[in-house]
């Protein structure tokens, strides 16, 4: 499936992924001085790859500042990326225009970090929820153009009512304007009539509930026959026409508010909310409630894949098992994939089918759970496993503190960027970027201690391209 050049499947990739981003970046210029001109550039994602599976969930995990957040945004194209190509589906979002990616958000879903900033204050729940149906009109929602059609259809009946009395008011003009030059009420009536069934036509488009659409279809043909056998207007006879064809049209492919009404509350209590939420706002709700109307949202047009941003972070723990728990679950009814993103080791281990561990931009180790927890191989993810809090309490591990800061996104470190903090950084660390190697087993690390260590130190050294190694001496 392409639209245009360069947009097609990479070759040898295989059909269960659904989400996959090469050597993606994401540099923000930094701008100074009067004329307003680059210096530097932040490296919020500097050559990020990976592949998202149908059915997985795949755990970005890493420090606060290492671009978690921004490859999420990256990955939706809400950010244009400063070099790298992100496939979803089989196509190129970033090649794309943006309508088309447009249409592939419908498959491509987020729930943001803080669900109260996330959600609009002045929306009730049920508005909410309801708005990408209506922004991406799937499921037969009322666009807009709709009610714009309302008031024209309104504006002819106004007229057609005006034009039976200009004999009344103004009989001398009335002949200019090709109506009867002398008054005749029965014509007037008429005139009324036709007016007023369009009138109540565009009432019915302007509401689309179903009494409205219901009477408006009735009031368009009645004043069709009106039009042609008694008054036979032009007029009025194309704006009976046009009301009518409006109405069908409308009845036939968009939704009424009842429907959109029983939408959104099978999505709420898909979530666990009740019906009583519908018509309130978000400030009077408890944050575990906030970030299940995101997840409801989210879901409105049955994605394929959502991204979740930290989704637990700003909740209570065990509102976070609830949230898990309920993510799980609609996985499993659902068969949704997700990109989860936190900094939450616990989480990930609960949730999370693999693990890719980012560190100042860049992932430095990606692979099953149960293996990376049982043996992390890059020193980064050693100390962030140590770091985890246990909940066995006889349970004794040895904690790595790591020395020193997080390096700087405008001015990274040579070699491997984590090399500053590394207690087993030797000769090559400082001066060659490591690049991610497969030890066995799918999992792939960017260390040469961990190659060294393996007995794979030509396998990670050096190489010409992250899937050919050069090979050394």
Not at 178 to 188: E, M, Y
Not at 258 to 274: A, F, I, P, Q, S
Not at 393 to 411: F, W
Request: with cysteine.
């Amino acid at each position: 499936m392409t639209d245009n050049e360069g947009s097609a499947k990479p070759s040898g990739e295989p059909d269960d992924v659904l989400l996959s981003a090469k050597n993606l970046k994401m540099h923000f210029p930094l701008r100074g001085g009067l004329l307003r001109t680059v210096r530097g550039h932040v490296m919020a994602v500097d050559g990020v790859s990976l592949k998202l599976h149908r059915g997985e969930t795949l755990a970005v995990v890493g420090e606060s500042g290492s671009g978690k957040s921004t490859l999420a945004r990256l990955l939706l194209r809400l950010l244009e990326p400063s070099a790298g190509t992100v496939f979803f589906m089989g196509r190129d979002l970033t090649t794309q225009k943006l309508k088309v990616v447009r249409e592939e958000r419908k498959h491509l879903q987020m729930v943001f970090q803080d669900p109260l900033s996330s959600l609009d204050p002045r929306m009730t729940i049920k508005n909410i929820v309801a708005e990408p149906l209506v922004v991406h009109r799937t499921t037969r929602t009322r666009p807009r153009s709709v009610v714009g059609l309302a008031v024209l259809i309104g504006i002819v009946g106004a007229i057609s009512i005006l034009s039976g009395l200009v004999p009344f008011l103004a009989a001398g003009s009335a002949a200019w304007f090709g109506l009867p030059a002398s008054p005749d009420i029965a014509v007037a009536i008429m005139y009324a009539a036709v007016g007023g069934c369009l009138l109540w036509s565009a009432v019915g488009l302007s509401r689309v509930e179903r009494w409205a659409l219901r009477f408006g279809l009735a009031a368009s043909a009645v004043s069709l026959g009106l039009s042609i056998f008694l008054v036979f207007s032009l007029v009025q006879v194309v704006g009976s026409v046009l009301a009518l064809a409006i109405m069908v049209f409308v009845s036939k492919h968009f939704e009424t508010e009842e429907e959109v009404t029983r939408r959104v509350l099978g999505l709420l209590e898909l979530v666990g909310l009740k019906k009583e939420h519908l018509n309130r706002f978000p400030h009077e709700f408890s944050g575990g409630q906030r970030q299940r109307i995101s997840i409801a949202r989210a879901l409105a047009l049955n994605p394929n894949v959502i991204i979740l941003d930290e989704p637990t972070s700003a909740l209570d723990v065990s509102v976070q098992a609830q949230i898990l728990n309920l993510l799980m679950e609609l996985q499993r009814k659902l068969g949704l994939t997700y990109l989860f993103i936190t900094h939450d080791l616990s989480v990930v281990y609960h949730i999370a089918d693999r693990v890719a561990v980012m560190y100042a931009g860049q992932i430095v180790e990606v692979g099953r759970t149960e293996e990376i927890f049982a043996k992390p191989l890059h020193p980064y993810t050693q100390a962030l496993i140590s770091a985890a809090p246990s909940a066995d309490p006889s349970r004794k591990t040895q904690r790595i503190v790591l020395e020193g800061e997080v390096p700087s996104a405008t001015h990274p470190p040579s070699g491997c960027r984590f090399h500053p903090r590394c207690w087993l950084a030797f000769e090559p660390c400082p001066k060659v970027v490591p690049h991610l190697f497969d030890p066995g087993g799918g999992r792939r690390v960017a260390c040469f201690a961990a190659a060294r260590d393996l007995g794979l130190w030509a396998i990670g050294g050096p190489r010409t391209s992250p899937e050919k190694p050069e090979a050394r001496g």
